[in-house]
């Protein structure tokens, strides 16, 4: 609370209720002086530009507006993101410490498997700060399902062994067995949170038109928790020996829901980076397929001269 209230509001806000003097002053407390060539009079110029082009090619202000045109586009792409974050398989993160007890391993021991793994998460993102500004979120994004993917799959196969194992519970195999399915979703949260976790926020803000922004990402969160809801139910189902009793071959599961995300976000998920918003609604208007965004040329000169033609003419 203390934060926010010293928290300037957003430029991109006060330059759609044309309050550009304070867009320019609350830009300036927002960028960190002498380490970037920055001008803030280019920058509130620039922000201009693309709220008006948004308002003459169309782009409403209701959450109606989400779902019309090409802005239906970007807000089903945005609620993806969010929503691939369950389906990636973290509902076996969340319930780790239970994860690994059914897994096999001691109760005192699978707490303390959870503790290392919150802290490779930490670090995980720590390693996203510095992949973001070298890689695009795309990017990111599919090599981190891809490899996701594969950890689950591997966990499911591990769940099937030792299932078949003939040996007690108690015994050397049966105990190597539950080290290596709490070892693999220790990679995977590691993973997970270089590049799934963090990285859905980029997208999530970058995607949708601004002047639809907050709405598209109230709707994003909404689809989140209600697949959050689901996950939350059926996670324990699979892993309580007295019901599904799926245990580590939950993975299979996951696994399978982790690639049907990698293959939407091959063929639907777009390359934001390195755009301006102005740029990302211009390929979004020309319907541009999102495995082509990251290498379309945009000229922002001529497509500012359409849009005025095209409003005349309307």
């Given at each position: 609370m203390i934060g926010i209230i010293f928290a300037p509001e957003p430029p991109w806000w006060l330059v759609r209720k044309n309050r550009l003097e304070e867009a320019k002053a609350a830009l300036r407390r927002l960028t960190s002086p002498g380490r970037i060539e920055f001008?803030?009079?280019?920058?509130?110029?620039?922000?201009?530009?693309?709220t008006e082009s948004e308002r003459e090619t169309g782009t409403g202000t209701r959450y109606i507006d989400c779902f019309r045109a090409v802005?239906?586009?970007?807000?089903?792409?945005?609620?993806?993101?969010?929503?691939?974050?369950?389906l990636s398989g973290t509902g076996l993160r969340i319930y780790s410490t239970y994860f690994y007890q059914q897994a096999g391993l001691p109760t005192e021991q699978a707490f303390t498997m959870s503790i290392i793994q919150?802290?490779?998460?930490?670090?995980?993102?720590?390693?996203?700060?510095?992949?973001?500004?070298?890689?695009?979120?795309r990017t990111i994004y599919l090599w981190g399902l891809g490899i996701l993917a594969v950890v689950l799959l591997v966990i499911g196969g591990l769940?099937?062994?030792?299932?078949?194992?003939?040996?007690?519970?108690?015994?050397?195999?049966?105990?190597?067995?539950a080290w290596s399915i709490g070892s693999m979703l220790i990679v995977y949260t590691f993973f997970y949170d270089v590049t799934i976790g963090p990285v859905c926020y980029s997208l999530v803000a970058e995607i949708p038109s601004v002047r639809l922004r907050s709405k598209s990402i109230v709707l994003a969160r909404i689809t989140y928790n209600i697949l959050n809801i689901v996950s939350n139910i059926i996670t324990p189902y699979m892993l309580n020996p007295s019901a599904w009793n799926w245990g580590a071959k939950a993975g299979f599961f996951y696994g399978g829901t982790c690639v049907l995300s990698f293959v939407y976000t091959y063929f639907c998920i777009p390359e934001p980076s390195g755009r301006t918003y102005a740029e990302l609604n211009i390929l979004f208007q020309r319907n541009v397929p999102a495995r082509s965004f990251a290498k379309t040329h945009v000229d922002l000169a001529e497509a500012r001269a359409l849009d005025t033609d095209n409003s005349k003419n309307d």
């Open positions: 001008d803030a009079d280019q920058a509130i110029t620039l922000m201009v530009v693309t802005d239906l586009r970007r807000t089903s792409i945005a609620c993806c993101c969010w929503g691939i974050q369950i919150y802290a490779l998460g930490i670090a995980g993102v720590f390693v996203a700060w510095i992949l973001l500004p070298r890689f695009g979120r769940g099937v062994a030792d299932s078949r194992s003939p040996s007690p519970a108690d015994s050397s195999a049966s105990s190597g067995l």
